[in-house]
C-alpha cells in the first residue's frame, strides 16, 4: 500500500502478493533458507531510479544473486561505511517532513505521535521494537471502532455508480476499499456516499485520497456526499478534503 502511493502506474494485488511469499518462504523452510518479505526500501529505491514495472525488483535479486554468486571478491571490497552510507541517505529519504505536516493538517496529533514513536524506537532500539511499538499504538487508537464493521455496497443507477460507506473505516478495511474502488467499471461518475458514517482514520482516508487524486487526474467525475451529523471531528474535514480533491 505504501509503493502504491509512490506511482500512478499498476496496483498491488495484494492476495496474490501474500500467497506468492507464503509460497516462497515454505520453500525456504524446505532448502534452509532464510525467509523472505517485501521491502519498502528496495521498492522505494527502485521507484526513485525511474523503474516503472515489477520487473525492477526481480531484476534487484538477480543483480544480488550474481554478484554473490560470481564475484564475491568485489563485495568484500565495498566499505562497510559506505554501505552504511547508503543505508543513511535511503532512510532519510523514507522519512518525509512534507508527510508529517500533511497528517497533522488533515488527521491530528494521534498519528504524528505514533510516527514519531515508531522513528525513535528504530533508531533507538530495533526495527522490530519500533515496528511493533507502532503497530501497538495503531491498533489502540482504532480498537474504539472496530466493533463497528464496515459495509460497503454499490450499485448502478442511471449510468452512475453509487458506492455507500457505513460504520466505520479503519486499516484493516484497506483491502476491502482497494478492491472495490479498483473493480469499478471505467469512464463512469462515482458516487461515494458517507452519510451513514461513524470514523475513518487516517489510513483509509489515505487509501480513498489516492484513488480519487488518480481517477480525477484521468477525468472521472466524482462525487463527494458526507455523513450528515459529524459522528467524530475529523470526518467533516476530511470529507471536505475529499470534495476540493474531487473538483
Not at 28 to 48: E, F, K, M
Not at 55 to 71: E, F, K, P, Y
Not at 215 to 240: C, M, Q, Y
Request: hydrophobic share 50%.
Amino acid at each position: 500500500a505504501a509503493v502504491d502511493r509512490m506511482h500512478d502506474g499498476e496496483r498491488t494485488r495484494f492476495n496474490k502478493e501474500l500467497f506468492a511469499q507464503g509460497v516462497g518462504n515454505g520453500l525456504c523452510g524446505l532448502l534452509g533458507a532464510l525467509p523472505i518479505t517485501g521491502v519498502i526500501v528496495r521498492s522505494s529505491a527502485n521507484i526513485q531510479a525511474g523503474a516503472r514495472t515489477r520487473t525492477s525488483a526481480i531484476l534487484h535479486g538477480v543483480w544480488i544473486l550474481g554478484l554473490v554468486a560470481l564475484l564475491p571478491v568485489i563485495l568484500a571490497m565495498v566499505p562497510l561505511t559506505a554501505l552504511a552510507a547508503v543505508l543513511l541517505v535511503t532512510g532519510w529519504r523514507l522519512i518525509s517532513l512534507h508527510h508529517v505536516r500533511h497528517l497533522f493538517e488533515h488527521h491530528g496529533f494521534v498519528p504524528v505521535g505514533i510516527w514519531a514513536v515508531t522513528v525513535a524506537m528504530v533508531v533507538l532500539q530495533d526495527l522490530l521494537v519500533g515496528v511493533a511499538l507502532g503497530l501497538a499504538l495503531s491498533i489502540l487508537e482504532i480498537l474504539p471502532y472496530l466493533r463497528r464493521k464496515l459495509v460497503i455496497r454499490h450499485a448502478e443507477i442511471d449510468d452512475e455508480i453509487h458506492v455507500r460507506l457505513r460504520g466505520a473505516v479503519t486499516c484493516k478495511d484497506v483491502p476491502a476499499l482497494l478492491s472495490t474502488f479498483e473493480g469499478l467499471p471505467d469512464g463512469r461518475k462515482v458516487n461515494i456516499i458517507g452519510k451513514h458514517l461513524f470514523y475513518m482514520d487516517h489510513t483509509s482516508a489515505e487509501t480513498i485520497s489516492e484513488w480519487l487524486r488518480r481517477e480525477t487526474k484521468s477525468g472521472r467525475i466524482v462525487e463527494i456526499h458526507p455523513p450528515r451529523t459529524a459522528r467524530h471531528p475529523r470526518l467533516k474535514p476530511l470529507f471536505d478534503r475529499f470534495s476540493a480533491e474531487a473538483a
